[in-house]
């Protein structure tokens, strides 16, 4: 029982690239999320999908762009690459229905920096 | 405002020492009340929730609410060089959480 996945852990791009960060879980959940957690800003909500099917934005979804591929699933693209989006980028996941309190499992983490 | 606003810190205290963290939040309709714990390098676990005014203790972690005066605590007795991280209050509303920035805490053997 893995958890929660993301891949790459590491990426360096330049300004303008495109990339996917991958997250998948095995925990039968319903809802996963993306955050991203920059020094003394805490971690933000970029994207959200409560049910397989649906994806909402969050706090900060600008410049980004996701996928709910499966249940499993949640994809995060950067489409062109700013530095301002340097950052280190988590996945997590919750039951959501089952617990009021809505704990959310989280990933390792994506560290991406952007020249 | 920042729904969340969380003491910055860092903090840094002897082993043994106890840890008071705190949080405040602006939203009156908040019902659960959260600390996350995160080691360095890896992602936010959740350390204890709790939905009501008062205190829940967990071993050596007590939350404590204060919903009139929206304010959340975390204390940690007898500190140890293992709860060395950085600790996140999270409050839950319509199934989104909302992070305070997290306050760092070192705790010197």
């Known amino acids: 029982n893995a958890g929660v996945t993301q891949t790459p852990k590491f990426q360096v791009l330049k300004t303008g690239q495109s990339m996917t960060l991958q997250c998948a879980q095995d925990?039968?959940?319903?809802?996963m999320y993306w955050y991203r957690q920059d020094p003394g800003m805490g971690l933000r909500l970029i994207y959200y999908?409560?049910?397989?099917?649906?994806?909402d934005k969050g706090e900060v979804p600008n410049g980004y762009n996701v996928s709910r591929l499966n249940k499993r699933e949640f994809s995060l693209r950067l489409e062109s690459a700013a530095p301002s989006q340097t950052s280190v980028y988590f996945c997590a996941s919750s039951a959501q229905g089952l617990k009021s309190y809505n704990e959310q499992f989280f990933g390792p983490g994506t560290r991406l920096t952007v020249l | 405002q920042k729904e969340v606003e969380q003491d910055p810190g860092p903090l840094s205290v002897p082993e043994g020492a106890i840890v008071s963290l705190n949080c405040t939040y602006s939203?009156?309709?908040?019902?659960?009340f959260m600390w996350y714990r995160q080691y360095s390098r890896k992602g936010p676990e959740l350390l204890m929730y709790t939905y009501s005014s008062g205190n829940k203790e967990d071993g050596r972690f007590t939350a404590q609410v204060d919903k009139s005066s929206k304010y959340i605590s975390l204390f940690i007795r007898d500190s140890q060089p293992s709860d060395s991280a950085t600790y996140l209050c999270?409050?839950?509303?319509?199934?989104?959480?909302?992070f305070g920035a997290g306050t760092t805490v070192t705790v010197r053997a």
């Open positions: 999270a409050i839950c509303h319509d199934y989104k959480l909302s």
């Open positions: 999908s409560a049910s397989e099917g649906t994806t």
């Open positions: 925990m039968n959940h319903n809802s």
């Open positions: 939203n009156s309709a908040f019902q659960y």
